[in-house]
C-alpha cells in the first residue's frame, strides 16, 4: 500500500527537493497521508532498505494516539520534542512524524509550536491532520501545507480492482467514497453499503408514512455495530437527493436506481428538509463516535428524522 496515487503536485514536489523544515499533510481518514508520510521519510533519510516504508527505519519517529478518541498527552509531546534533538543514528535528516494531530489540544499544539519555531538543522516534522483547519495559525504559517486530493476513477478503480478481483461496482463505491481511496477499501471489505441504500430508501418510506415503530424495528435487526455503516450509506443517499434536487448531474448520483424510484418524494421534498437530513445524518455519526451509545443514538436519529418528513 505504499504507493501513492494522485496527488501529482506533491509528487512533483517531492521530487524538486530542497525540502523544509516543517510539513502540514492534511487530508480525511483513508486520504493517503500515511502513505505520504512514510514515501516522504524514505526520500528524507535516503533510505534504500525500504525500512521507512516498514516503519523500522532508526531515525524515522512517529507520535499517534495510543487509544481511539484520546488525545494526545500533552507530555508524551515533549518527550517526543526532546527527541528532535538528538542527532539521527544513520541517516542525513531525522523525521518527526506525529498522526492524527487534531488529536493535539492547545497545549499539546503549543509544545510542538516552540520547536517549529527554532528547529534542529537535521530534523524534519511531518504533521498528519484531518484538515489544517485543526491546527493553531501559529503552526500553520512555519509549516508548507500539502492537501491530499480525491483519486480519480482512471487510477483508483484499476488499483482497487487488482486487490479485490471478486468485487463488483468498484466505481461505484470508490465515487460514494468520493474518491477516497482507504474509504473506498473499507467499503469494499465490509459489502454492506449498496446493500444499505436499499435499506435507506425502505427506512425513509416508514417514517413517511408515520410508521415509526416499523422504522425503529428496521434498524433495530441490523447487525451490531453495522449501524454506522447504515448512517455512511444513508448520508451517501442523502447527498445524492441533494445533487438529484439541484440538477447537479445523474453522472455523480451513486444510489441513482433508488433515487429515481422515489422522484414523487423528491418533488415534494423541500430543497430546506433534504439539507437538513443530510446534516442530521452527519451529526448522527458525529454523535455515535462521541456517545458510543449505539441504541440511545439510533432512537434519538429516527425521531428527529420522523418530525423532519412530517
Known sequence: MNKLLGNQEIKKELERGNFAHA???????GSGKKTLARIFAAKLTEDRAGLALQD?????????????????????????????YTLPNQAPKKVLIIDQCEKLNENGQNAILKILEEPPAHAVFLLLASSREEMLATIRSRCVIWEMQPISAEEGVPFLRERYPEAERIETLLKAAGGNLGKAMEYLEGGNLLTYGDLGI?????????????????????????FVVFLSSFSRLAHDFLLYKTGSGEENIVFLESVLQ????????RLEQLYK????????????????????????FIAEMGELLR
Open 23 to 29: 510539513y502540514l499533510i492534511a487530508g480525511a481518514a
Open 56 to 84: 523500522i527505519h532508526p531515525d524515522v519517529l512517529w507520535l499517534a494516539p495510543k487509544d481511539a478518541g484520546k488525545n494526545i498527552p500533552v507530555d508524551a509531546v515533549r518527550e517526543f520534542r526532546r527527541e528532535a
Open 202 to 226: 425502505r427506512f425513509l418510506g416508514k417514517l413517511c408514512r408515520n410508521k415509526m415503530l416499523e422504522a425503529d424495528r428496521m434498524l433495530a435487526a441490523l447487525p451490531k455495530g453495522d
Open 262 to 269: 422515489i422522484k414523487p418524494f423528491l418533488g415534494r421534498m
Open 277 to 300: 437530513i443530510a446534516a442530521l445524518t452527519l451529526d448522527t455519526i458525529n454523535m455515535l463516535k462521541q456517545n458510543g451509545n449505539e441504541n440511545l443514538v439510533k432512537t434519538c
